[in-house]
DNA sequence: GGAGGTTTTCGACTATTAGGCGTAAACCCT
DNA sequence: AGGGTTTACGCCTAATAGTCGAAAACCTCC
Protein backbone atom coordinates (compact mmCIF):
# COMPACT_ATOMS: atom_id res chain seq x y z
CA UNK A 1 0.00 0.00 0.00
CA UNK A 2 1.55 3.31 -1.04
CA UNK A 3 0.08 6.60 -0.25
CA UNK A 4 -1.67 7.79 -3.66
CA UNK A 5 -4.43 4.60 -2.00
CA UNK A 6 -4.85 6.93 0.80
CA UNK A 7 -7.40 8.61 -1.19
CA UNK A 8 -10.42 9.01 1.05
CA UNK A 9 -9.97 12.63 1.50
CA UNK A 10 -9.39 13.54 -2.20
CA UNK A 11 -12.71 12.30 -2.42
CA UNK A 12 -14.39 13.87 0.80
CA UNK A 13 -16.32 16.24 -0.92
CA UNK A 14 -18.45 13.22 -2.30
CA UNK A 15 -18.81 11.48 1.20
CA UNK A 16 -22.10 11.27 3.30
CA UNK A 17 -22.90 14.50 5.38
CA UNK A 18 -25.49 13.11 8.49
CA UNK A 19 -28.54 14.85 10.35
CA UNK A 20 -26.84 14.85 13.94
CA UNK A 21 -28.70 15.55 17.30
CA UNK A 22 -28.07 15.63 20.75
CA UNK A 23 -29.68 14.08 23.54
CA UNK A 24 -29.64 13.77 27.57
CA UNK A 25 -30.57 11.51 30.13
CA UNK A 26 -31.27 13.81 32.59
CA UNK A 27 -31.22 12.24 36.43
CA UNK A 28 -32.54 13.15 39.56
CA UNK A 29 -33.12 11.01 42.89
CA UNK A 30 -36.71 12.20 43.56
CA UNK A 31 -38.41 10.67 46.59
CA UNK A 32 -35.76 7.71 46.99
CA UNK A 33 -35.39 6.61 43.79
CA UNK A 34 -33.71 7.67 40.30
CA UNK A 35 -35.73 9.50 37.60
CA UNK A 36 -35.31 10.13 34.60
CA UNK A 37 -36.98 13.02 32.74
CA UNK A 38 -38.91 12.12 29.84
CA UNK A 39 -40.47 14.31 27.12
CA UNK A 40 -44.27 12.98 25.53
CA UNK A 41 -43.86 12.38 21.66
CA UNK A 42 -46.70 14.86 19.93
CA UNK A 43 -46.30 13.09 16.52
CA UNK A 44 -45.20 10.47 14.35
CA UNK A 45 -42.92 8.59 14.41
CA UNK A 46 -43.46 6.83 18.04
CA UNK A 47 -46.23 9.27 18.78
CA UNK A 48 -47.40 8.97 22.04
CA UNK A 49 -44.19 7.52 23.62
CA UNK A 50 -41.86 8.83 25.96
CA UNK A 51 -38.05 9.96 24.21
CA UNK A 52 -35.26 11.76 25.95
CA UNK A 53 -35.05 15.78 25.69
CA UNK A 54 -32.69 17.21 23.20
CA UNK A 55 -32.58 18.17 19.66
CA UNK A 56 -30.58 18.83 16.44
CA UNK A 57 -27.36 19.96 16.39
CA UNK A 58 -26.57 23.82 15.41
CA UNK A 59 -24.09 24.63 12.34
CA UNK A 60 -21.72 26.34 14.41
CA UNK A 61 -22.99 24.66 17.60
CA UNK A 62 -20.58 22.68 20.18
CA UNK A 63 -22.54 19.49 20.97
CA UNK A 64 -22.42 20.52 24.81
CA UNK A 65 -23.59 23.82 24.05
CA UNK A 66 -26.42 22.74 21.82
CA UNK A 67 -27.65 20.52 24.51
CA UNK A 68 -27.75 23.03 26.85
CA UNK A 69 -29.82 25.13 24.69
CA UNK A 70 -32.26 22.68 24.12
CA UNK A 71 -32.74 21.63 27.83
CA UNK A 72 -33.00 24.91 28.38
CA UNK A 73 -35.24 26.22 25.82
CA UNK A 74 -37.60 22.42 25.76
CA UNK A 75 -37.63 22.10 29.48
CA UNK A 76 -36.96 25.10 31.12
CA UNK A 77 -34.02 23.19 33.00
CA UNK A 78 -30.81 25.52 33.66
CA UNK A 79 -29.39 23.56 36.34
CA UNK A 80 -27.20 21.28 35.42
CA UNK A 81 -24.98 20.28 37.49
CA UNK A 82 -23.04 18.17 36.09
CA UNK A 83 -22.93 17.45 32.13
CA UNK A 84 -20.91 14.68 30.66
CA UNK A 85 -20.57 12.79 27.32
CA UNK A 86 -21.88 9.60 27.14
CA UNK A 87 -21.72 7.96 23.61
CA UNK A 88 -22.79 8.13 19.95
CA UNK A 89 -25.15 6.13 18.68
CA UNK A 90 -25.12 5.52 14.97
CA UNK A 91 -27.60 2.52 13.74
CA UNK A 92 -28.86 3.68 10.26
CA UNK A 93 -32.47 3.45 10.83
CA UNK A 94 -32.55 4.24 14.47
CA UNK A 95 -35.00 6.98 13.47
CA UNK A 96 -37.14 6.02 9.90
CA UNK A 97 -37.51 9.06 8.79
CA UNK A 98 -34.00 9.73 8.29
CA UNK A 99 -30.57 8.50 9.19
CA UNK A 100 -29.58 10.34 12.54
CA UNK A 101 -26.66 10.41 14.75
CA UNK A 102 -26.86 10.88 18.23
CA UNK A 103 -24.58 12.23 21.00
CA UNK A 104 -26.42 11.02 24.06
CA UNK A 105 -25.18 12.79 27.76
CA UNK A 106 -25.89 12.40 30.88
CA UNK A 107 -27.08 15.22 32.81
CA UNK A 108 -27.45 15.20 37.03
CA UNK A 109 -29.63 17.47 38.82
CA UNK A 110 -29.33 18.28 42.11
CA UNK A 111 -32.25 16.53 44.58
CA UNK A 112 -32.95 19.80 46.58
CA UNK A 113 -34.58 21.33 43.12
CA UNK A 114 -37.70 21.08 41.92
CA UNK A 115 -37.68 22.95 38.29
CA UNK A 116 -40.75 23.32 36.43
CA UNK A 117 -41.10 21.57 33.12
CA UNK A 118 -43.95 21.87 30.89
CA UNK A 119 -46.41 19.88 30.73
CA UNK A 120 -45.51 17.46 27.95
CA UNK A 121 -42.43 16.18 30.45
CA UNK A 122 -42.38 14.08 33.69
CA UNK A 123 -40.00 12.48 35.39
CA UNK A 124 -39.55 8.57 35.66
CA UNK A 125 -38.33 5.92 38.16
CA UNK A 126 -35.49 4.70 35.78
CA UNK A 127 -36.68 1.07 36.84
CA UNK A 128 -40.30 1.63 35.67
CA UNK A 129 -39.94 3.38 32.58
CA UNK A 130 -42.83 3.87 30.28
CA UNK A 131 -42.94 2.99 26.47
CA UNK A 132 -40.04 4.94 25.54
CA UNK A 133 -39.31 6.15 21.27
CA UNK A 134 -35.93 5.16 19.33
CA UNK A 135 -33.20 3.75 21.19
CA UNK A 136 -33.63 5.84 24.32
CA UNK A 137 -34.26 2.64 26.71
CA UNK A 138 -31.17 1.65 26.30
CA UNK A 139 -29.45 5.11 26.39
CA UNK A 140 -30.76 5.45 29.44
CA UNK A 141 -29.34 2.07 30.48
CA UNK A 142 -25.88 3.11 29.57
CA UNK A 143 -26.09 6.36 31.70
CA UNK A 144 -27.48 4.07 34.23
CA UNK A 145 -24.44 2.22 34.60
CA UNK A 146 -22.36 5.34 33.91
CA UNK A 147 -23.29 7.13 36.90
CA UNK A 148 -23.09 3.81 39.10
CA UNK A 149 -19.08 3.38 38.00
CA UNK A 150 -18.45 7.21 38.46
CA UNK A 151 -20.40 7.12 41.88
CA UNK A 152 -17.87 4.85 43.19
CA UNK A 153 -14.91 6.43 42.11
CA UNK A 154 -15.24 10.64 41.30
CA UNK A 155 -17.42 12.97 43.62
CA UNK A 156 -20.20 13.27 41.36
CA UNK A 157 -22.48 13.03 43.79
CA UNK A 158 -21.78 16.78 44.49
CA UNK A 159 -24.61 17.20 41.61
CA UNK A 160 -26.96 15.06 42.81
CA UNK A 161 -26.98 15.83 46.85
CA UNK A 162 -28.14 19.31 48.26
CA UNK A 163 -25.26 21.69 49.11
CA UNK A 164 -25.60 20.43 52.38
CA UNK A 165 -26.82 17.03 53.93
CA UNK A 166 -26.80 14.42 56.50
CA UNK A 167 -24.98 11.29 55.75
CA UNK A 168 -28.36 9.55 55.26
CA UNK A 169 -29.83 11.88 53.07
CA UNK A 170 -26.50 10.84 51.14
CA UNK A 171 -27.50 7.45 51.63
CA UNK A 172 -30.60 7.77 50.25
CA UNK A 173 -28.99 8.75 46.74
CA UNK A 174 -26.22 6.82 46.62
CA UNK A 175 -29.12 3.82 46.86
CA UNK A 176 -31.21 4.87 44.07
CA UNK A 177 -28.15 5.29 42.25
CA UNK A 178 -26.05 2.18 42.81
CA UNK A 179 -29.32 -0.07 43.06
CA UNK A 180 -29.01 -1.31 46.34
CA UNK A 181 -28.77 -1.06 49.63
CA UNK A 182 -25.52 0.90 51.21
CA UNK A 183 -23.78 1.36 54.10
CA UNK A 184 -24.29 4.20 56.23
CA UNK A 185 -20.92 4.46 58.16
CA UNK A 186 -18.97 2.58 55.33
CA UNK A 187 -20.50 5.36 53.13
CA UNK A 188 -19.40 8.04 55.40
CA UNK A 189 -16.27 6.46 56.51
CA UNK A 190 -14.87 6.30 52.67
CA UNK A 191 -15.94 9.10 51.69
CA UNK A 192 -14.69 10.99 54.73
CA UNK A 193 -11.27 9.24 54.02
CA UNK A 194 -10.93 10.18 50.57
CA UNK A 195 -11.76 13.56 51.36
CA UNK A 196 -14.58 13.97 49.01
CA UNK A 197 -17.01 15.09 51.64
CA UNK A 198 -16.49 17.04 55.03
CA UNK A 199 -18.64 17.41 58.26
CA UNK A 200 -20.37 21.40 58.35
CA UNK A 201 -20.38 22.77 62.12
CA UNK A 202 -23.85 23.41 61.63
CA UNK A 203 -26.30 20.40 62.47
CA UNK A 204 -29.53 19.76 60.58
CA UNK A 205 -32.90 21.41 62.16
CA UNK A 206 -34.80 18.41 64.56
CA UNK A 207 -36.95 16.75 62.92
CA UNK A 208 -40.57 16.47 64.09
CA UNK A 209 -40.23 12.66 64.82
CA UNK A 210 -37.66 13.38 66.83
CA UNK A 211 -33.97 11.87 66.91
CA UNK A 212 -30.22 13.32 67.42
CA UNK A 213 -30.46 16.41 64.60
CA UNK A 214 -27.36 15.10 62.14
CA UNK A 215 -24.44 16.97 61.48
CA UNK A 216 -24.81 18.23 58.18
CA UNK A 217 -21.94 17.47 55.58
CA UNK A 218 -20.59 18.81 52.50
CA UNK A 219 -18.78 18.18 48.71
CA UNK A 220 -15.14 19.29 49.40
CA UNK A 221 -14.97 20.23 45.63
CA UNK A 222 -18.12 20.72 43.52
CA UNK A 223 -16.30 20.20 40.20
CA UNK A 224 -15.27 16.47 39.24
CA UNK A 225 -12.30 14.47 40.88
CA UNK A 226 -11.51 11.21 40.25
CA UNK A 227 -9.78 9.16 43.39
CA UNK A 228 -7.14 7.76 41.82
CA UNK A 229 -8.93 4.27 40.98
CA UNK A 230 -4.69 3.46 39.63
CA UNK A 231 -3.75 2.94 43.78
CA UNK A 232 -3.93 -0.70 43.09
CA UNK A 233 -0.62 -1.38 41.37
CA UNK A 234 1.08 1.72 42.03
CA UNK A 235 3.86 2.05 44.65
CA UNK A 236 2.40 3.83 47.53
CA UNK A 237 5.68 5.66 48.13
CA UNK A 238 4.66 7.85 44.74
CA UNK A 239 0.87 8.32 45.70
CA UNK A 240 -0.51 11.54 46.47
CA UNK B 1 -44.48 26.41 26.64
CA UNK B 2 -46.46 24.22 25.05
CA UNK B 3 -46.00 21.07 22.91
CA UNK B 4 -46.41 23.35 19.85
CA UNK B 5 -43.82 25.37 20.64
CA UNK B 6 -41.45 22.00 20.27
CA UNK B 7 -40.93 22.51 16.31
CA UNK B 8 -37.37 21.60 15.62
CA UNK B 9 -38.61 18.35 14.32
CA UNK B 10 -41.28 19.89 11.83
CA UNK B 11 -38.03 22.04 10.80
CA UNK B 12 -35.49 19.15 10.79
CA UNK B 13 -35.20 19.25 6.68
CA UNK B 14 -33.53 22.86 7.37
CA UNK B 15 -30.86 22.07 9.87
CA UNK B 16 -27.33 20.95 9.12
CA UNK B 17 -25.89 17.82 8.12
CA UNK B 18 -22.50 17.51 9.02
CA UNK B 19 -19.40 15.36 7.98
CA UNK B 20 -18.47 12.82 10.32
CA UNK B 21 -15.27 11.14 10.38
CA UNK B 22 -14.11 8.06 12.66
CA UNK B 23 -10.57 7.55 13.87
CA UNK B 24 -8.48 5.31 16.36
CA UNK B 25 -6.43 5.70 18.90
CA UNK B 26 -4.42 2.67 18.09
CA UNK B 27 -2.38 1.42 21.56
CA UNK B 28 0.68 -1.40 21.12
CA UNK B 29 2.94 -1.51 23.93
CA UNK B 30 6.45 -2.22 22.43
CA UNK B 31 10.11 -2.50 23.66
CA UNK B 32 8.71 -1.50 27.27
CA UNK B 33 6.75 1.88 26.24
CA UNK B 34 2.80 2.00 24.81
CA UNK B 35 3.32 3.36 21.11
CA UNK B 36 0.48 4.95 19.15
CA UNK B 37 0.18 4.15 15.48
CA UNK B 38 0.03 7.53 12.80
CA UNK B 39 -0.15 7.98 9.41
CA UNK B 40 1.77 11.21 8.04
CA UNK B 41 0.07 13.18 5.80
CA UNK B 42 0.67 13.67 2.42
CA UNK B 43 -0.68 16.74 2.23
CA UNK B 44 -2.79 20.03 3.46
CA UNK B 45 -3.45 20.90 6.02
CA UNK B 46 -1.45 20.06 8.30
CA UNK B 47 0.55 18.59 5.36
CA UNK B 48 3.84 16.50 6.91
CA UNK B 49 1.98 15.59 10.23
CA UNK B 50 0.89 12.90 11.81
CA UNK B 51 -2.63 11.73 11.99
CA UNK B 52 -4.70 9.13 13.91
CA UNK B 53 -5.85 6.33 11.23
CA UNK B 54 -8.83 6.59 10.26
CA UNK B 55 -11.90 7.76 7.84
CA UNK B 56 -15.30 9.15 6.31
CA UNK B 57 -18.07 7.15 7.96
CA UNK B 58 -20.02 5.62 4.74
CA UNK B 59 -23.96 6.25 4.22
CA UNK B 60 -24.93 3.40 5.48
CA UNK B 61 -22.05 2.18 7.70
CA UNK B 62 -22.07 2.03 11.64
CA UNK B 63 -18.81 3.96 13.36
CA UNK B 64 -17.45 0.80 14.83
CA UNK B 65 -17.41 -1.25 11.77
CA UNK B 66 -16.27 2.41 9.45
CA UNK B 67 -13.23 2.47 11.83
CA UNK B 68 -12.99 -1.21 11.07
CA UNK B 69 -12.81 -0.87 7.69
CA UNK B 70 -10.56 2.18 7.80
CA UNK B 71 -8.11 0.25 9.64
CA UNK B 72 -8.25 -2.30 7.22
CA UNK B 73 -7.80 -0.57 4.41
CA UNK B 74 -5.40 1.87 4.93
CA UNK B 75 -3.10 0.50 7.38
CA UNK B 76 -3.74 -3.34 6.71
CA UNK B 77 -4.35 -3.64 10.69
CA UNK B 78 -7.04 -6.32 11.04
CA UNK B 79 -6.12 -7.98 14.91
CA UNK B 80 -7.25 -5.33 16.88
CA UNK B 81 -8.23 -6.83 19.80
CA UNK B 82 -10.27 -4.75 21.49
CA UNK B 83 -12.51 -1.82 20.20
CA UNK B 84 -14.17 0.89 22.42
CA UNK B 85 -16.12 4.17 21.38
CA UNK B 86 -14.24 6.96 23.36
CA UNK B 87 -15.81 10.49 22.65
CA UNK B 88 -17.08 12.55 19.42
CA UNK B 89 -14.94 15.89 18.94
CA UNK B 90 -17.54 18.63 17.34
CA UNK B 91 -15.25 21.62 17.61
CA UNK B 92 -16.39 24.07 14.37
CA UNK B 93 -13.07 24.42 12.92
CA UNK B 94 -11.17 21.48 14.01
CA UNK B 95 -10.70 20.61 10.30
CA UNK B 96 -10.04 23.99 8.61
CA UNK B 97 -11.18 22.78 5.08
CA UNK B 98 -15.05 21.76 6.72
CA UNK B 99 -17.12 21.17 9.77
CA UNK B 100 -16.40 17.62 10.75
CA UNK B 101 -17.24 15.86 13.29
CA UNK B 102 -15.12 13.02 14.84
CA UNK B 103 -15.87 10.35 16.92
CA UNK B 104 -12.86 8.65 18.13
CA UNK B 105 -12.09 4.87 19.41
CA UNK B 106 -9.40 3.14 21.51
CA UNK B 107 -8.08 0.26 19.83
CA UNK B 108 -5.95 -2.53 21.29
CA UNK B 109 -3.16 -4.90 19.68
CA UNK B 110 -1.46 -7.86 21.19
CA UNK B 111 2.06 -7.18 22.11
CA UNK B 112 2.69 -10.43 20.37
CA UNK B 113 1.82 -9.17 16.70
CA UNK B 114 4.33 -7.23 14.41
CA UNK B 115 1.59 -6.09 11.83
CA UNK B 116 3.01 -5.14 8.81
CA UNK B 117 2.04 -1.79 8.15
CA UNK B 118 2.52 0.93 5.37
CA UNK B 119 5.59 3.38 4.82
CA UNK B 120 3.68 6.05 5.54
CA UNK B 121 3.13 5.15 8.77
CA UNK B 122 4.93 4.24 12.83
CA UNK B 123 4.47 3.98 16.07
CA UNK B 124 5.12 6.27 18.39
CA UNK B 125 6.07 6.02 21.95
CA UNK B 126 3.12 8.36 23.33
CA UNK B 127 5.11 10.22 25.51
CA UNK B 128 7.47 11.03 22.11
CA UNK B 129 4.84 12.39 20.07
CA UNK B 130 5.77 14.17 17.06
CA UNK B 131 3.86 16.89 15.40
CA UNK B 132 0.24 15.89 14.94
CA UNK B 133 -2.10 17.11 12.78
CA UNK B 134 -5.90 18.54 14.14
CA UNK B 135 -7.10 17.85 17.57
CA UNK B 136 -5.48 14.64 17.41
CA UNK B 137 -2.33 14.63 20.40
CA UNK B 138 -5.34 15.73 22.53
CA UNK B 139 -7.28 12.38 21.48
CA UNK B 140 -4.04 10.63 21.92
CA UNK B 141 -4.28 12.27 25.72
CA UNK B 142 -7.93 10.85 26.25
CA UNK B 143 -7.22 7.46 24.89
CA UNK B 144 -3.92 7.03 27.44
CA UNK B 145 -6.58 7.68 30.53
CA UNK B 146 -9.40 5.64 29.55
CA UNK B 147 -6.69 2.75 29.19
CA UNK B 148 -5.02 4.00 32.71
CA UNK B 149 -8.77 3.74 34.05
CA UNK B 150 -9.83 0.39 31.84
CA UNK B 151 -6.70 -1.49 33.19
CA UNK B 152 -7.24 -1.19 36.82
CA UNK B 153 -11.06 -2.28 37.35
CA UNK B 154 -11.19 -4.59 34.10
CA UNK B 155 -9.45 -6.97 32.46
CA UNK B 156 -8.62 -4.99 29.22
CA UNK B 157 -5.25 -6.44 29.74
CA UNK B 158 -5.77 -9.58 28.00
CA UNK B 159 -6.18 -7.11 24.40
CA UNK B 160 -2.52 -5.96 24.77
CA UNK B 161 -1.07 -9.32 26.56
CA UNK B 162 0.24 -12.54 24.48
CA UNK B 163 -1.67 -15.30 24.65
CA UNK B 164 0.57 -16.44 27.40
CA UNK B 165 2.96 -14.75 29.20
CA UNK B 166 4.86 -14.09 32.36
CA UNK B 167 3.86 -12.06 35.54
CA UNK B 168 7.13 -10.10 34.39
CA UNK B 169 5.93 -9.52 30.62
CA UNK B 170 2.55 -8.79 32.31
CA UNK B 171 4.24 -6.33 34.68
CA UNK B 172 6.43 -4.01 31.33
CA UNK B 173 2.46 -3.87 29.42
CA UNK B 174 1.19 -2.69 32.91
CA UNK B 175 4.04 -0.39 33.57
CA UNK B 176 4.15 1.05 29.89
CA UNK B 177 0.05 1.83 30.03
CA UNK B 178 -0.04 3.25 33.41
CA UNK B 179 3.25 5.31 33.36
CA UNK B 180 4.91 4.26 36.26
CA UNK B 181 6.33 1.18 38.25
CA UNK B 182 4.68 -1.58 39.01
CA UNK B 183 4.75 -4.18 42.29
CA UNK B 184 5.15 -7.96 40.51
CA UNK B 185 3.87 -9.12 43.46
CA UNK B 186 0.96 -7.03 43.62
CA UNK B 187 -0.24 -7.22 40.22
CA UNK B 188 0.31 -10.95 40.61
CA UNK B 189 -2.01 -11.18 43.67
CA UNK B 190 -4.28 -9.03 42.58
CA UNK B 191 -4.85 -10.41 39.40
CA UNK B 192 -5.18 -13.63 40.53
CA UNK B 193 -7.15 -12.99 43.34
CA UNK B 194 -9.97 -11.82 40.83
CA UNK B 195 -10.02 -14.15 38.79
CA UNK B 196 -8.73 -12.25 35.82
CA UNK B 197 -5.73 -13.89 34.98
CA UNK B 198 -4.17 -17.58 35.84
CA UNK B 199 -1.74 -19.65 35.71
CA UNK B 200 -0.97 -22.53 33.49
CA UNK B 201 0.52 -25.69 33.78
CA UNK B 202 3.52 -24.83 31.11
CA UNK B 203 6.93 -22.88 32.33
CA UNK B 204 8.22 -20.66 29.86
CA UNK B 205 11.71 -21.72 28.17
CA UNK B 206 14.62 -20.49 29.95
CA UNK B 207 16.39 -17.37 28.47
CA UNK B 208 20.00 -17.32 28.00
CA UNK B 209 20.63 -14.83 30.68
CA UNK B 210 19.92 -17.63 32.88
CA UNK B 211 17.04 -17.34 35.74
CA UNK B 212 14.51 -20.18 36.89
CA UNK B 213 11.98 -20.11 34.34
CA UNK B 214 8.48 -18.28 34.71
CA UNK B 215 5.19 -20.24 34.42
CA UNK B 216 2.92 -18.65 31.54
CA UNK B 217 -0.27 -16.99 32.86
CA UNK B 218 -3.25 -16.19 30.82
CA UNK B 219 -6.31 -14.17 31.16
CA UNK B 220 -9.21 -16.36 32.09
CA UNK B 221 -11.67 -14.46 30.08
CA UNK B 222 -11.04 -12.78 26.61
CA UNK B 223 -14.16 -10.61 26.35
CA UNK B 224 -14.39 -7.52 28.53
CA UNK B 225 -15.35 -8.56 32.23
CA UNK B 226 -15.48 -5.89 35.36
CA UNK B 227 -14.71 -6.16 38.49
CA UNK B 228 -17.68 -5.42 40.45
CA UNK B 229 -16.24 -1.20 41.11
CA UNK B 230 -19.59 -0.89 43.28
CA UNK B 231 -18.23 -3.12 46.07
CA UNK B 232 -17.44 -0.54 48.72
CA UNK B 233 -20.43 0.56 49.27
CA UNK B 234 -22.62 -2.42 48.39
CA UNK B 235 -23.42 -4.95 51.67
CA UNK B 236 -20.74 -7.76 51.53
CA UNK B 237 -23.88 -10.43 51.73
CA UNK B 238 -25.09 -9.04 48.32
CA UNK B 239 -21.43 -9.69 46.48
CA UNK B 240 -21.04 -12.27 43.60
C1' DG C 1 29.80 -31.31 38.10
C1' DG C 2 30.22 -27.67 41.24
C1' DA C 3 30.42 -22.33 41.94
C1' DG C 4 28.49 -18.11 41.13
C1' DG C 5 25.10 -15.34 38.81
C1' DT C 6 20.21 -14.46 37.37
C1' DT C 7 15.35 -14.52 37.43
C1' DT C 8 11.10 -16.10 39.28
C1' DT C 9 8.28 -17.75 43.04
C1' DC C 10 6.54 -17.98 47.48
C1' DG C 11 5.79 -17.41 52.33
C1' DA C 12 5.99 -14.46 56.44
C1' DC C 13 5.19 -10.26 58.48
C1' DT C 14 3.26 -5.50 58.85
C1' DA C 15 0.15 -1.80 57.56
C1' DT C 16 -4.04 -0.17 55.84
C1' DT C 17 -8.80 -0.48 54.69
C1' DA C 18 -13.49 -2.50 54.95
C1' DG C 19 -17.44 -4.52 57.55
C1' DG C 20 -20.34 -5.39 61.68
C1' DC C 21 -22.15 -4.18 65.88
C1' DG C 22 -23.24 -2.13 70.07
C1' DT C 23 -23.46 1.89 72.82
C1' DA C 24 -23.66 6.74 73.67
C1' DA C 25 -25.43 11.20 72.27
C1' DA C 26 -29.05 14.34 71.20
C1' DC C 27 -33.26 15.25 69.92
C1' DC C 28 -38.71 14.38 70.01
C1' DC C 29 -43.10 13.67 72.58
C1' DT C 30 -46.19 12.87 76.49
C1' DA D 1 -38.53 12.48 83.86
C1' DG D 2 -39.15 8.50 80.82
C1' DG D 3 -39.79 6.12 76.51
C1' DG D 4 -39.07 6.42 71.56
C1' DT D 5 -36.21 7.71 67.58
C1' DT D 6 -32.34 8.89 64.86
C1' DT D 7 -27.49 9.90 64.38
C1' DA D 8 -22.63 9.45 65.73
C1' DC D 9 -18.81 6.97 67.02
C1' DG D 10 -15.66 3.66 68.92
C1' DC D 11 -14.21 -1.14 69.06
C1' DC D 12 -13.40 -5.47 67.21
C1' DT D 13 -12.74 -8.69 63.30
C1' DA D 14 -11.85 -9.70 58.49
C1' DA D 15 -9.88 -8.82 54.19
C1' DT D 16 -6.62 -6.72 51.28
C1' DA D 17 -2.23 -4.30 50.18
C1' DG D 18 2.84 -3.66 50.76
C1' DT D 19 7.56 -5.14 52.05
C1' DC D 20 11.06 -8.22 52.37
C1' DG D 21 13.89 -12.07 52.19
C1' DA D 22 14.74 -16.79 51.30
C1' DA D 23 14.31 -20.67 48.23
C1' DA D 24 13.70 -22.64 43.68
C1' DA D 25 15.19 -23.37 39.09
C1' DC D 26 17.52 -22.16 35.48
C1' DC D 27 22.06 -20.32 33.08
C1' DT D 28 27.36 -20.12 32.10
C1' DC D 29 31.95 -20.89 33.02
C1' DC D 30 35.67 -23.10 35.08
Chains 1, 2 share one sequence.
Not at 52 to 65: C, D, H, N, T
Amino acid sequence: MNPSQHSDESTSDFTGRFRHEVLAAVFQVRERRLHSLLWRRARSPFEGDWALPGGPLGRVELLGSSLSRHLAAKVDLTDIAYLEQLETRSDVDRDPRERTIATAYLALVSSALNPSIPSDTAWFAVDELPATAFDHASIIQSARERLRAKLTYTNVGYALAPETFSIAELRVIYAACLGHDVSATNLQRVLLRRHIIEATSVTATPSASGGRPATLHRFTERTLLVTDPFAVFRPPSERP
